[in-house]
């Protein structure tokens, strides 16, 4: 199908559906052909341009004139389609703009934006439908202030009922609900039913707001928007054929009181909704935090048994074997001190040699293990040393006015360290950089190197470790690694 | 004189051994890195003593001790290690040898009062 002819039907559908919804609109109208407490078209106009794109809104221009009253004059029908047509678009998109695309109402800034998005365009409609009567002289000027206020109030209380419902409510199976739910909604929707026809509902229109908290509690936005537009409909259509708690001496004090009651009814219900879904949201990051915590925790406890392990093994392979075997040449030595004064001079000899190397290779393990300046010195001199024992070329800029927390300290040392290593192992590069600034809340490293970049963060876990330690304190640990372009580590830790 | 078949898989260790042995009037007839090269060189030299370093790459100690024990094996297998008897708490009590020298305690007469005892 041509896409000429593809937007052409759609127009016709948004058309069709908006003038059903005020065919609908026009059985709540308090007065027979006008008047409505609730005016539908509003909220479903919105909907279908947020839902299928602004691009529909000639649809809103033929619904409205399929249900215009022609036997007023052209302009006066004109300016009415006029200001009906602007008023959805103004408040589909502005809604959509101020809820930053998010339609859910999972929100309470959602719900504002739809307030503010609805009020704002069924203002410019309320001014140029009021406007459009009087000049028309379908109204006299005198009640040019009441018409507009009816306007703007109904076609708002349809905004805020329609909207949310529809947006809602678009695209959800019916079968992808537990049933379990399903059951608790449709009892719900029936005692909702059963409350407003209640003969005893006619002065106590409050006792609504239970079932519209349940509905919000237990169904979040969806719920909400299901029940309050269940409510007011059935309220709003009761007032209309004079029954019910709304029904007022005048037909301006009976459209008053039943929008006010809508308005406070869409506006609890959509909040506590929006709360209840914000609940669930932050609950849910919540546990997402708690499983990453988790993650990081077990991971942080495996690399310091894994670190153990490894330094018993350098120990007993390396010290310990040395001094074993020095144990044997002294014994020997002692054994042949007389018979063999010559080679027990050769002895002792090559297991001095061995001691001073095993004393060595001790004082190496013990700086892996914490550097011992970096205790007595700090992060300055400790990455001076650091830097001094890397086979590249390193710059070193540290500006540190104080010693910081030792935990610090060592995380910081640690990253600076392990990233050194990796740039000798990895990068193929001719130099290194080492910058460390303090802040007054927080240290920040970075190591970076000219070599091939192109570092894979997921690759190994030794990236994985350090990131670990530094989020254990606080902080982040970012990768900036373009190929060609050498690779940057960089470590922000706060600190008290 | 006895013959010792030195297993370990530390070749400075080996080395030490077998001058100290040597100085002490031992005949150092083999000297293996592994479990699997162990059985096959103490079935093949039939030594005295076959002096075995728990912590082998292969097979560890006390298994090597435990195979040589059910092919027959007449020698003395004695235990060595640079850890103390005790880290291996009744492994070492258990095993069928003659008995457990800490690497660094290591002599000739220390062999000879464990063969006699």
């Given amino acids: 199908m041509n896409r000429h002819v593809r937007y052409l039907g759609a127009v016709g559908g948004v058309g069709a559906i908006y003038w059903l919804a005020a065919k609908g609109g026009l059985q709540l109208a308090y007065l027979h052909g006008s008047v409505a407490a609730l005016w539908p078209p509003v909220g479903v106009g919105m909907a279908m341009l947020i839902l299928y794109g602004v691009s529909l809104w000639p649809g809103i221009v033929l619904g409205d004139l399929a249900v215009a009253d022609f036997s007023q004059p052209a302009g006066t029908v004109l300016g009415q389609t006029i200001g009906n047509t602007l008023e959805v678009l103004i408040a589909a998109v502005l809604f959509y703009r101020l809820a930053e695309g998010d339609i859910h109402f999972g929100r309470v800034r959602d719900v504002a934006a739809l307030v503010v998005a609805a009020a704002a365009g069924t203002a410019v409609s309320a001014v140029f439908g009021a406007v459009s009567l009087e000049l028309g002289g379908v109204i006299p000027s005198a009640q040019l202030g009441t018409v507009a206020r009816t306007w703007f109030l109904g076609d708002l209380a349809g905004a805020l009922v329609f909207a949310p419902l529809l947006l809602c409510w678009a695209g959800v199976r019916l079968a992808s609900i537990a049933p379990r739910r399903l059951l608790e909604g449709v009892a719900i929707v029936g005692l909702i039913v059963v409350v407003s026809l209640l003969p005893s509902q006619r002065d106590v229109p409050y006792i609504v707001f239970p079932l519209l908290i349940w509905a919000a509690l237990r169904g979040g936005p969806r719920g909400a928007a299901g029940a309050v537009a269940l409510v007011t409909t059935l309220t709003v259509y009761n007032t209309a054929h004079h029954a019910g708690p709304f029904v007022r001496a005048t037909l301006n004090q009976s459209l008053l009181a039943t929008q006010l009651f809508v308005a406070a009814a869409a506006l609890t219900s959509l909040v506590l909704g929006a709360v209840i879904e914000e609940r669930h949201a932050a609950l849910e990051a919540l546990r997402e935090n708690e499983r990453r915590l988790r993650d990081s925790r077990a991971r942080i406890v495996k690399a310091g048994d894994a670190a153990r392990r490894r330094l018993e093994r350098d120990l007993h392979d390396g010290a310990q074997q040395r001094l074993v075997s020095l144990a044997l040449t002294i014994r020997l030595a002692r054994l042949q001190l007389h018979k063999q004064p010559a080679e027990t001079e050769k002895l002792l000899s090559e297991a001095s040699d061995d001691l001073q190397d095993t004393i060595d290779e001790l004082r190496e393990l013990a700086r892996g293990i914490h550097p011992a300046v970096l205790t007595d010195r700090g992060l300055g001199p400790a990455l001076e040393v650091l830097v001094d024992h890397s086979h590249l070329p390193v710059d070193l800029t540290a500006r540190i006015p104080r010693r910081l927390p030792p935990t610090v300290e060592a995380v910081v040392y640690y990253v600076a360290a392990e990233g050194l290593t990796n740039i000798a192992k990895y990068a193929g590069a001719t130099s290194a950089s080492v910058r460390l600034e303090a802040h007054t809340k927080n240290v920040v490293l970075c190591v970076g190197d000219n070599g091939a970049g192109g570092a894979d963060p997921t690759r190994g876990t030794g990236l994985r470790g350090l990131a670990d330690r530094v989020e254990a304190l606080g902080g982040k640990l970012e990768l900036r690694s373009p190929p060609g372009q050498g690779t940057e580590l960089t470590a922000s830790i706060p600190y008290d | ?117």
Wanted: glycine share 6%.
């Fill in chain 2, 1 to 117: 004189m006895m013959s010792v078949l030195i297993v370990d898989d530390n070749a400075s260790f080996r080395a030490s051994a077998r001058r100290l042995l040597e100085a002490e009037g031992f005949d150092i007839v083999g000297e293996v890195r592994d479990g699997h090269s162990a059985i096959t060189a103490a079935q093949e030299l039939e030594p005295d003593i076959v002096l075995l370093d728990v912590q082998l790459p292969d097979l560890d100690g006390f298994e090597v001790a435990a195979r040589l024990t059910a092919r027959g094996l007449r020698s003395a297998v004695v235990l060595t290690s640079s850890r103390n008897p005790a880290d291996y708490g009744s492994l070492v009590t258990e095993a069928p040898v003659r008995g457990f020298v800490p690497k660094a305690k290591l002599s000739g007469a220390l062999l000879t009062a464990l063969l006699s005892a």
